[in-house]
């Protein structure tokens, strides 16, 4: 089943932050984020594993709330370059192979 | 390594046509994705291999898809007859075993399906 994210679709301006939700109905054993710039492939962000981790890359980062069966990725100071669309991936059985969302699209102008 | 290679980029067929899409994996990877991404749907998983062998392919929508891997470095997904609602952009990745310090899938540049 697909894990839902919110927003759908964000517009920035350089320098602001921005969060985005990943949700899901089931329990989960990890979360994956991967971004996807316009006309490209995804590429790998970030996994988080069970236990609440939280990691970063570079200025983003992302939480994982076991509980709640939910993750967010939070990107501080935003960059053009971080404008694309953003995938959550999430798995419930220790296969490491996710189910991905529809994605989030975000949009950071100068 | 030049990472994941898919052919076509672009193909434009004809309802009713077949269509053949290709991957080349990166070398030493064993394991096969095979992605559908369109508007509605996002991304979504057709079928995965491993070492080769379609492990779960629960995602290929109906029995007009087929998916193979002869060998370590070649897949093909094939569309027969292919609908209009086919149209997306399809992406091949391959990654080592999916596992805890193996989690990167590496994708390809997508072809994108028109079928009119």
């Known amino acids: 089943q697909q894990p839902v994210q919110s927003p759908q679709a964000v517009i920035l301006r350089e320098g602001e932050d921005a969060v985005i939700n990943c949700s899901s109905s089931k329990a989960l054993y990890s979360v994956h984020w991967y971004r996807q710039k316009h006309g490209e492939a995804p590429v790998f962000l970030m996994i988080?594993?069970?236990?609440?981790e939280q990691k970063g890359h570079d200025k983003i980062s992302a939480s994982f709330n076991e509980k709640k069966q939910q993750s967010s990725l939070y990107l501080t100071a935003s960059q053009l370059s971080y404008s694309g669309t953003y995938f959550c991936g999430t798995e419930s059985g220790g296969s490491y192979i996710p189910t991905f969302g529809r994605g989030t699209s975000l949009i950071v102008h100068p | 390594d030049a990472g994941v290679i898919q052919s076509p980029r672009h193909e434009v067929t004809e309802m009713g046509q077949e269509v053949t899409l290709r991957c080349k994996p990166i070398?030493?990877?064993?394991?096969l994705f095979w992605y559908r991404q369109t508007m509605m749907r996002g991304l979504e998983l057709l079928i995965y291999f491993n070492n080769n062998v379609p492990i779960d392919d629960s995602g290929m929508p109906e029995d007009r898809f087929s998916a193979k891997m002869p060998n370590a470095s070649f897949s093909t997904l094939k569309i027969q007859p292919s609908e209009p609602r086919d149209s997306a952009v399809y992406f091949c990745?391959?990654?080592?075993?999916?596992?805890?310090?193996?989690?990167?899938?590496?994708f390809g540049q997508g072809t994108r399906l028109t079928v009119v």
């Open positions: 990745a391959s990654s080592l075993e999916p596992g805890q310090r193996n989690t990167e899938a590496f």
């Open positions: 988080l594993l069970k236990g609440g």
């Open positions: 070398s030493g990877h064993n394991s």
